[in-house]
């Protein structure tokens, strides 16, 4: 590109620098967009990435088959899977890893630190980098320990962990630990939560180990090659028939299969977090593709009105190829400007968007600068070659004599009606997607769970294992006697707490088979009271009556259970009050005493359960771990009363409390981060949009000077003229809603499936954003419209 073709372009951005800085600003946002969002979207795709041979390691699934209940795979496995595997299958490779609560004592204080029990073959699997000593050496020591280093640098800030002893209480059972070796940490993108690792050591007395259906800790397994692992998972249904088939009838796999899942999909496994990812990438896409349609469609219409620079260019001597030369080069330039600003624009951007997504998001240059020389070439060609393709072949004497219309004609505005009905219905869909977005966050926050979250107090530490039978009645009565405690109890599952799930299928009576799977939740006194669950039908549990107590009832004896609404009709009970008194269950026979109303403890996305609630008094047992619920009416004051009473009473072990509100309010961060970031973009998008919009108003009002002096000098009102003005210009946004609403409702309609507690897609959110839309679009235009009216008939005759 020559001196005077870049003078050219100066002068053509000078001149018209309001063009210039919407064409420009408009492309460079669409390009920080899609940077951010890019990011975050290699981010969700990088987990365990890292990791070498990651290709290589397997997790063993369990796909449950039990409809109404379980259904579809969990990445949990028997505890004792691994040792029946390695009995059929010689030469196998693999480990387990178990994350009990943990508990680092030192000075007479506990604290709270991640742990990972495994087998010795760990480091055969997970490659990590160690930093001082010999990690898989370490594990042939189950008195050993290894730390991550930000855990060696807490407890041993002077740098010489190796050799010294620790003191952790690993799921209630003190013991001292030679530190062995010291890791790296850990990256962001990973579901390996270590912190400390320990051999894991089967215990010999837990019924559990080799119960086919508890599942309490992942088995990974390690194949050199895809088809070694196919071949392997080929058998794993002989492997289930000639090991569970006491479990679960004549065929276990009419009720359990198993298969594996790649480590490096386990991030994703979740149907609800592809949606995510998925969107997320496609708002980065759509908004790169309609500032680019902006861009390019604000190029093609300002390229038109440069018919006779061309033609003039030419009387000069200036050749095709030149003139060719010098609008693909100008688009480049341009391009790469806007990419720049783009790029700047992310980096000052990403601080915000990593506080609204909860992200630790950073820019790799050494890949994103390839990608946007290539993404300058590709749009500065595309855009430059009309005029570079079209204008340069111009007839000289067709364009200074006029014969030719500067604007591209009739095929020209097609063009261009057709690019804004693109970028428009794109962002109409964008508006549709933040309502339904808005309204399902708000949704899920404020539906009613069965309970009210701001009077309830959960104590996730109260299932402590280090704390014995005396201590948890001690504490639970100084927490009655705490500030402002109406009444308090306990139960193995709480709002917010999903550390322990227990499902039992339940036989009915007349009916082959094991039954219908229903969660069981073991309650205290008062459960029903503390938490604020109404009673549909029947009664709650009393300790006057014998077979309520799971602790005093005869194996001979019925056992009485309450359940829960949703689990009438899966029972096969026409109402509340037709299940009271009915008898359920085969070789553990239950009595129905009561109908509860549902309580959602769990995640939205989660489909909520039928469960049934048994009564035990014995706040410690071995089946379940109690976790202290408390209603009160000021949740601050008993906050500070209950926390005092722990540390009189158990200072050694960790206190953690939080209200209901509180800890539910974790199952809706990810989602709140990721509306925000859509919203983000959403907006960003519209505005784009708006841009191109504003461009192609301004572009169509100066062109039109003369038509509109003509008409006012034939009798065309002001009126005339703006409604003239503004209907062509606000056509294409009337055609782009029309398009936008079946790509806002299949798009919503898959984002929604991910939440078992969803809005319903009422058409009032299409109107809705449709209506916007038209609004945004007219406020855009109005001020075009409105100055093309008012324009005085001799000024517009005499305008060049």
Known sequence: MNRFALLSLYRSLTRHRLYAVLNIGGLALGIAVFLVLSLYVRSELGFEKWLPNHNKVYILEDVWNVPGTLVGPSQDSMPGTLELLKQDFPGLVGTRIKTPPATVLRDGVGTDEGIALVDPEFFQLFALPSISGNPSAALLDPANIILEQHIADKYFPNGDALGNVMTVNVNGKPGL????????????????????????????????????GSESLRTYLHFATPKQAQEFEDQLDAFVRRHAGDAFGSDPLDTLHMALLPLDSLHLVDPSSKVTVTTLGLVGLVTLFIALVNYIN????????????????????????????????????????????????????????????????????????????????????????YPAMILS?????????????????RAGARLREALVVMQFGLSTAFIIGTLVLVAQTAHVRNASLGYDRSALVVVPSFKAPELGESQLAELLDAFRRAPDVVTATYADAAPGDDSTINSNSIELPGRPGFGPSLQNVVVGPDFFKTIGARILAG??????????????????????????????????????????????????????????????????????????????????????DPIAIVRTTNSVATLDGIRAAWMRIAPDVPFEARTAAQNVARYYEDDDHISRLFIIGAVL???????????????????????????????????????????????PVVVANIIAWPLALFAMRSWLAGFDDRVALSPIFFIVASAVAVLIALITVFGHALRASRATTAWALHHE
């Open 539 to 624: 009664r709650g549990f009393d300790t006057r009556h014998r077979n309520d107590d799971i602790k005093n009832r005869d194996n001979s004896d019925d056992q009485n259970i309450v359940i829960s609404q949703q689990a009438v009709p899966v029972l096969g009970f026409a109402s509340p009050a037709d299940a009271i008194g009915k008898h359920v269950g085969k070789g553990a026979p239950r009595t129905i005493i009561g109908v509860v109303s549902d309580l959602r403890f769990y995640s939205p996305r989660r489909p909520m359960q039928p469960t049934y609630y048994t009564y035990r008094s014995s706040l410690r047992s071995q089946a379940s």
């Open 393 to 409: 072949r111009f007839s000289i004497v067709g364009v200074l004599a006029s014969s030719r219309a500067p604007g591209g004609g």
């Open 685 to 731: 998008a519209v505005l784009i949009g708006c841009i191109g919009l504003w461009g192609l108003a301004s572009f169509n009002a100066a062109r039109r000077v003369k038509e509109i002096g003509i008409r006012k000098a034939l009798g065309a009102s002001s009126s005339d003229i703006f409604a003239l003005m503004a209907g062509q210009l606000l056509r």
């Open 298 to 385: 604000l190029a093609v219409a300002r390229s038109d009105l440069r018919a006779r620079e061309v033609a003039m260019r030419k009387v000069l001597g200036a050749s095709r190829g030149a003139l060719i030369r010098q609008f693909l080069s100008e688009a480049m330039i341009v391009v790469a400007l806007a990419a720049l600003l783009g790029l700047v624009l992310a980096e000052l951007g990403l601080p915000l968007v990593n506080a609204a997504g909860g992200l630790s998001l950073t820019i790799p240059y050494r890949l994103v600068v390839p990608g946007l020389i290539a993404l300058t070439v590709c749009v500065g060609f595309v855009a430059g070659a």
């Open 177 to 212: 630990y030679r530190v062995a070796a010291v890791i790296a940490d850990l990256p962001a993108q990973t579901h390996l939560k270590l912190g400390m690792i320990a051999r894991l050591v089967p215990p010999k007395d837990d019924p559990l180990w080799y119960h086919w």
